[in-house]
């Protein structure tokens, strides 16, 4: 995805129209804490390290970025607290008792339809049973606005095969969307405001990378040129569609902003019919690939 949008950039560049290219690392959550955790390092540090990494590959790649956004980075947690008074101040949040299965290498609940055999199947593992007190996002009510968005391609998906699936989500009876976690439970992540005892979930915080690296929080002429007046385009891989297409129109629709126009879906690399994954181990290694073939 990050190679098909350094070619869409330059596609834009050579058309003598300016474009703002964003990239980067969302470093929050349950898996980096206990990755890290095994590292014997403190997950700041873990992070560190690892958007380093990526950063090293987009140049060996010869891939161009205007900004590499990190969700540690202070800017970041300044956009999410302001995104989530906003939503406060809207009567967009409550908070509820919830219990569901938790699958910590996606980050997300899943639903027993989406197991394969009880397992994840992106993970091959098991998911936990949490039963938590979070606070949630009203997000039925924006359901059917989300769907006559894409059915009339003002939020245009493509390819054909993930518009579709993005329709079909939204047949399913999707629930509100929890924003936060237990601290006691997951440590690492962005306080929520005015809640002591919770966290922002990491797919909620990660979202809005998309507005805070313009300048949401902290400069508006930049956030004016680089999401209200211009056209944005999302390159995602397929299996993180349900939280572009459905949780971050929602979100945005919450907090009366500008939806993205596009969203471009790319399919997985795979290994011998399995995706592959960091999880997995199944990589092919860039570098290798570079140094044989330029």
Sequence with gaps: TTLAAEFYTRFIKN?????????????????????????????????DEISEKFKKTWKELLI????????????????VK???????????IYQKEYEGLYCVGCEKFL?????????CPAHRKAPQKVKEKNYFLKVKDKLSKIKSLIEKDKLKIFPEFAKKEALGLLKQRLDD????????RVKWGIEFPGDKTQLVYVWFDALI?????????????????????SFVIHFIGKDIL???????????I????????????HGFFTVEGQKMSKSLGNVIRPKELIEKFG
């Design 111 to 119: 639903t027993e339809k989406e197991l394969e055999n009880g397992l």
């Design 177 to 184: 969307l929890s924003i936060s976690r237990e601290k006691e």
């Design 209 to 229: 990378n998309y507005i805070s690296a313009v300048g949401f929080a902290t400069n508006k002429k930049k956030f004016e040129r680089w999401w209200k007046k």
């Design 254 to 265: 919450s907090a009366k902003i500008k939806i993205p126009n596009q969203l471009a879906v």
């Design 64 to 79: 161009e970025y205007d900004f590499f956004v990190r969700t540690t980075d202070e800017y970041h947690e300044l956009a």
């Design 242 to 252: 349900k939280f572009h297409a459905i949780f971050w129109p929602a979100m945005l």
């Design 15 to 47: 058309q003598g129209k300016k474009v703002f290219f964003l990239t980067g690392t969302d470093e929050h959550g349950l898996k980096i804490a206990e990755i890290a955790k095994e590292k014997g390092k403190n997950p700041k540090e873990f992070c």
């Design 82 to 92: 302001k995104f989530i008074e906003i939503l406060k101040k809207k009567n967009q």
